[in-house]
């Protein structure tokens, strides 16, 4: 089993800023990929970012500029800092990670989702 803790999401007027975190931990032998993609009202849920274990991301265009992701490989932690948040910018955020299990099943895993609000 795994699991993925998200936090750090709440309630920031535009052009501000917040750091979402997504710890992970259970049955982890390695973690490849991680990521963070959102789901806003009505809409579909959509890639926002994602690392690479070396450390290559990628952006949807949306947020390039503005957001940064990261992770700590030691600790199967990854962050997204979030600057210059828009109104649009309001969704449900989620991470994602594929993780090799300790009987070396490739998964893929979704945390609960945390919600980030931008508004006046």
């Known amino acids: 089993q795994v699991q993925l803790v998200e936090s750090g999401g709440g309630l920031v007027q535009p052009g501000g800023s917040l750091r979402l975190s997504c710890a992970a931990s259970g049955t982890i032998f390695s973690i490849n990929d991680m990521g963070w993609y959102r789901q806003a009202p009505g809409k579909e849920r959509e890639l926002v970012a994602t690392i690479t274990r070396g450390g290559t991301t990628k952006y949807a265009d949306s947020v390039k500029g503005r957001f940064t992701i990261s992770r700590d490989n030691a600790n199967n932690k990854v962050h997204l800092q979030m600057n210059s948040l828009k109104t649009e910018d309001t969704a449900v955020y989620y991470c994602?990670?594929?993780?090799?299990?300790?009987?070396?099943?490739?998964?893929?895993?979704w945390g609960q989702g945390t919600q980030v609000t931008v508004s006046t």
């Open positions: 994602n990670a594929d993780v090799i299990t300790l009987r070396f099943y490739a998964t893929n895993n």
